[in-house]
């Protein structure tokens, strides 16, 4: 499948500096990672494999000050075309913070918020406080990243199908069991997901759910094509993970294995997926979209 579109995104990437608070970086075997990633590096990846925008995802830091931080590396970087920064949706000042967010120097570029859903309890999106601050995102305009496991799916279909004003994005799919391969009970709860008409997801993250040192792309395709079946071209996105995705793969090694594992798909599918879907899942800003 070909990528030279006009409109081509990138739905999830990160950058960090290894001195800027990131303390999960100090974790055993990331190593690879335990560095601090630039634009410079990034537009040189992203130069490589013609891609040409980026959604720049908050990090693990859980704090207003990286947003802060994202936001102003957005409005300093052409190919940044939105971030989707740190929130706590259990606060009670949810709207409070995200006006907070759009003052600030290139706040322009919010577009989504994410919490680090994945650190919590398997029904942590059916509490109603959740609940309460996830509609305030939906009523900002805002789409929700979901980084979470596999056993919090349903949940995550539950909250989907409660807030159809709210935009979900599921990041790497859900974390499926790539490397065990089960297959079974991850596709089922994730077509539970997608039934949900404002529910979206990225094909992203997954050569670190596989064998991190011998996945292939016959590892990938079977999950790549359920989420294909659930979701259809209109609801999927690419996101490379990177710098992440250095634990398994280079980015472009990232870029190229999605191509293989989705196969020959008509032009419009694949336009979708490599871009409009993204674009219109956070309503980015870019030209030719």
Not at 243 to 260: D, I, K, N, R
């Amino acid at each position: 499948m070909s990528a030279d579109f006009s409109v081509t995104v990138d739905a999830h990437q990160h950058l960090w500096t290894v001195d800027g608070g990131y303390t999960w970086l100090d974790d055993a075997g990331l190593e690879p990672i335990r560095r601090t990633f630039t634009p410079a590096m990034l537009q040189a990846e992203l130069s490589a494999v013609g891609v040409r925008h980026t959604v720049l995802v908050e990090g693990g830091r859980c704090d207003r000050a990286e947003a802060a931080d994202l936001l102003r590396l957005a409005a300093e970087t052409p190919e940044i075309a939105g971030v989707v920064a740190w929130l706590d949706p259990a606060a009670d000042d949810v709207a409070a913070t995200i006006a907070a967010y759009r003052a600030l120097p290139g706040g322009d570029r919010l577009v989504g918020v994410r919490a680090q859903v994945q650190a919590e309890t398997t029904d942590y999106l059916d509490r109603a406080d959740v609940r309460r601050g996830l509609a305030a995102v939906g009523a900002a305009g805002l789409a929700f990243d979901l980084v979470i496991r596999a056993d919090q799916l349903r949940s995550a279909a539950r909250v989907a199908h409660a807030l159809p004003a709210v935009r979900f994005v599921l990041d790497h799919l859900g974390k499926p069991p790539i490397k065990a391969g089960d297959l079974d009970d991850w596709s089922a709860a994730l077509a539970g997901y997608a039934a949900a008409p404002n529910a979206y997801a990225k094909l992203s993250g997954l050569v670190t759910e596989a064998d991190w040192s011998g996945w292939t792309v016959g590892d990938l395709r079977p999950y790549v094509g359920a989420a294909l079946a659930a979701f259809g071209p209109e609801r999927l996105m690419f996101g490379s993970d990177w710098p992440v995705c250095l634990l398994a793969a280079t980015y472009g090694q990232v870029h190229a294995a999605l191509l293989e594992a989705l196969g020959p798909v008509p032009e419009q599918d694949a336009r979708a997926i490599l871009g409009a879907t993204a674009v219109r899942a956070y309503g980015l800003r870019v030209e030719g979209a």
